[in-house]
């Protein structure tokens, strides 16, 4: 039982830490070149897992 409470505290203290850093980071994020890197790091993220898959055994 304290170790599932632990579980549960552990996970409600990372969430407010990424809402937190969410909110601080906002403005930046919202920047059109912010915007284009996202898109192009994401891009290339898909593009790599479906390289890996065509090549994979």
Partial sequence: ???TCVH???G???S?????????VRGRLR???ARR??????????VGFGVKL???D
């Fill in 1 to 3: 039982m304290a170790l």
């Fill in 8 to 10: 549960v505290v552990e």
């Fill in 12 to 14: 409600l203290v990372w």
């Fill in 16 to 24: 407010a830490v990424l809402v937190g850093f969410a909110q601080a």
């Fill in 31 to 33: 920047r059109p070149a």
């Fill in 37 to 46: 890197l996202t898109d192009r790091v994401s891009g290339a993220v898909v």
């Fill in 54 to 56: 065509a090549v994979s």
